[in-house]
């Protein structure tokens, strides 16, 4: 039972637009969210964050938007470069019932076209 | 700093051998954990640890031991490889917990035999 998705293995985005990755999940108990962007033959790195208090955060190019009744987010990346080119996961635990367990999805591949 | 180190890089091991992968970070986290990778699956957590002496069970624990005498090292022990086991394994640390920024380290790709 797969509890956050991430329905588009993969998405290409010309240089200079907008990349919009999605994830969805389905526990109600999951209160914070997290992007991890891993370039190949390295770890994951922590990429942005959002409270499930909040509906947007932004840091830089990259802004994350949370919809709890739809239990929705999605990373929006402006604009788009080909550093950017990756595998980006999304991510979400609950700060209410412990911290210890992150759940991941299973990622989307970013390839950004020059 | 190193921030977190694994070791080895690669591995092959035949059924039924048994192993440790290393696992080490210098920034004085509280929180270690393991993932393993496997392709369409994401980052699953194996095991995890909230400070020295205390670990707990992650999604997908079977066929794994873990240990947490220090602060710094978190070793990964698979005690009878099976051919499903077969992934890139990914050890992680954070100040506080799995809430809040992980630092990974590069990952160990394992290939059972």
């Known amino acids: 039972d797969q509890q956050v998705k991430q329905n588009s293995p993969s998405l290409s985005v010309q240089e200079g637009r907008i990349s919009i990755l999605n994830c969805d999940y389905t526990n109600s108990m999951f209160d914070y969210f997290l992007w991890y962007k891993k370039y190949p033959a390295e770890g994951p790195t922590f990429l942005i964050s959002?409270?499930?208090?909040?509906d947007k955060n932004e840091d830089g190019r990259f802004t994350v938007f949370l919809n709890k009744s739809a239990k929705h987010l999605s990373l929006h990346i402006v604009p788009s470069q080909p550093g950017d080119s990756a595998v980006y996961f999304c991510a979400a635990s609950g700060l209410s019932f412990g911290n210890e367990k992150l759940t991941f999805g299973t990622g989307t591949r970013l390839t950004i076209i020059p | 700093n190193a921030g977190v180190t694994q070791t080895p890089k690669f591995q092959v091991l035949k059924t039924g051998q048994s192993m440790t992968l290393q696992c080490a970070q210098d920034m004085n986290h509280e929180y270690m954990s393991w993932y393993r990778q496997d392709p369409g699956m994401g980052l699953r957590l194996i095991h995890y640890s909230v400070g020295a002496g205390i670990t707990d069970q992650g999604e997908v624990p079977n066929g794994y031991n873990v240990s947490r005498s220090t602060t710094e090292d978190f070793p990964l022990r698979l005690l009878s490889a099976a051919p499903s086991q077969t992934s890139v394994y990914f050890c992680a640390s954070s100040p506080t917990g799995a809430s809040y920024e992980q630092y990974f380290g590069p990952g160990t790709r394992l290939t059972v035999t």
């Open positions: 959002i409270s499930s208090i909040k």
